[in-house]
């Protein structure tokens, strides 16, 4: 028997309707078995709470080399999302899982906000996202972008990295980090940003 991840998600404070959330779910389970790079996922929806199961994929260890051509062929996968009008929303190193074939990206979540006590909350881990896309109370491919940036920054310098976000209240440090505006970085493919950071640590 396969073993799964079951988790619990409460209604409560969500900040989307339920039927934004039912698109999602539907979208992600859907996506989960035409993409190999996304675990089975299914999801239970009652009342007052998601219940989603994820297919358990066992982490192997593999060479940093390794897992750099694997980052190449995600970054492909992540493009061919663009046309299904879906963003993962809390793409970073703990949602990844490597294994000798294949890079999996794990958790995608049915509910991307919360509002509790008039604050809105992202699931998106900091300082993985873009300011905007909080300041706009939603989370589009920007967050995606920027998440993705970090996780090829980690990957190629093979360190955490220790850029000072301490103090962000927008996206202008995007500019400071890439040399590339705002506006040009977010059109960039996820292929883009990898062959950028690819060129950077190559030279």
Known sequence: MKKEIIKKFSLKHCFHPLVFIKNRCNKINYLSHKFLFIPHTFFEINNYEIISRQLFIHPEKISRTKKLLLLKNFAVNLDKLKQYNIVHGDINFK???????????????????????????????????????LKNKKITRKTDLIA???????????????????????????????????KSFFRLSFIDIYKLVKSKYRN
Do not use: G, H, Q
Request: glycine fraction near 0%; charge should be positive; include cysteine.
């Open 148 to 182: 993705f940036l970090f996780l090829c920054e980690r990957l190629f310098a093979d360190k955490i990295n220790l850029f000072n976000f301490s103090k962000l209240k927008n996206d202008s440090w995007l500019y400071m980090y890439t040399k590339i505006n705002n």
């Open 95 to 133: 949602n990844i899982v490597f294994t000798k074939k294949r890079i999996f990206l794990i958790d995608w979540e049915p509910i991307l906000i919360n509002k509790m006590n008039k604050k809105f909350i992202l699931r998106s881990t900091f300082p993985y996202y873009s300011v905007a896309d």
